[in-house]
Nanobody
């Protein structure tokens, strides 16, 4: 069973920066695309960014382009989300997700429990 554990959330000031981490265990890490999602109070969960097997294969939501950076370290079975210049609208619970991308696990998706990011002065 693939398990994901997020860390790095907390209180950050507008214009500051924060790095979220996602530790993955129980699977072959490179067989999964990694993504970050977020859910703000009273809103639906939304995709923030996704990275394929390699760090050059990335996609971002429009709200994240230019401010957020997703990456992965295949040697450490970890994924990261760098959040730069956040605003109060970025306040949300951030979830890490692993999606199978090879035939034996294609489409299988696993989630972490989330880490809260609060942007406030």
């Amino acid at each position: 069973q693939v398990q994901l554990v997020e860390s790095g959330g907390g209180l950050v000031q507008p214009g500051g920066s924060l790095r979220l981490s996602c530790a993955v265990s129980g699977g072959t890490f490179i067989h999964y695309a990694m993504s970050w999602h977020r859910q703000a109070p009273g809103k639906e969960r939304e995709l923030v960014a996704e990275v394929g097997r390699r760090n050059i294969d990335t996609t971002y939501a429009n709200s994240a382009k230019g401010r957020f950076a997703i990456s992965r370290d295949n040697a450490k079975s970890a994924a990261y989300l760098q959040i730069n210049s956040p605003s109060t609208e970025d306040t949300a619970v951030y979830f890490c997700s692993a999606r199978g991308i090879v035939p034996y696990n294609y489409g299988n998706t696993y989630w972490g429990k989330g880490t809260l990011v609060t942007v406030s002065s």
